[in-house]
């Protein structure tokens, strides 16, 4: 039976004031379209992110805001409409959408690297140097989080 066809056994059967079955019907319809709705805000988050590597980066953000509004408790979501509001040079809005990822989840360590890029580029290279850190202690390879504290530490003029 199609999604259509359920709506409307869902509506005979409330027609027929059988209103017990249209509520357990109704409540398996709803089940499925939660189930899509996240499906659907990664499958956005993922094309945003792609567009995103390619370039378009304002593309990418209408398909970032997709997958934030289908999936607003995904740190990953967040983060990866953070990175694309920092290319667009939108470093506060990023920052805010950093903030989101990192309370949904501390230990996102991309969420961290994403923060310390904005804090920088606002002008805050050592708010920023310590993100990277915390970055890096989350996850040490991550090669992103090596360049940024290496970019961090060249405005600061250090070397640490």
């Known amino acids: 039976m199609s999604i259509s066809d359920s709506i ?6 409330v027609k027929q004031e059988k209103f017990e079955e249209a509520m357990t019907l109704a ?13 659907i805000g990664m499958l956005c988050d993922q094309k945003g992110y792609s567009l995103n590597k390619l370039g378009r980066a304002q593309k990418a953000l209408k398909f970032n805001d997709i997958a934030v509004a289908n999936c607003p408790a995904n740190a990953i979501c ?9 290319v667009l040079g939108r470093h506060e809005e990023s920052l805010e959408e950093c903030e989101i990822a990192i309370s949904l989840d501390p ?3 991309m969420a961290w690297n994403n923060k310390a890029n904005d804090l920088c580029r606002l002008g805050k ?3 920023g140097l310590q993100c990277v850190e915390k970055s890096l202690e989350l996850d040490p390879t991550n ?3 090596i360049d940024t504290k290496e970019q961090i530490l060249d405005a600061l003029g250090r070397t640490d």
């Open 8 to 13: 409307n056994k869902v509506k005979d059967l």
């Open 27 to 39: 409540d398996k319809l709803l089940a499925q379209v939660e189930d899509i709705q996240e499906e």
């Open 78 to 86: 967040h983060c990866n409409r953070s990175f694309t509001l920092g």
């Open 107 to 109: 230990n996102y360590a």
């Open 125 to 127: 290279p050592e708010e």
């Open 143 to 145: 090669e992103s989080a």
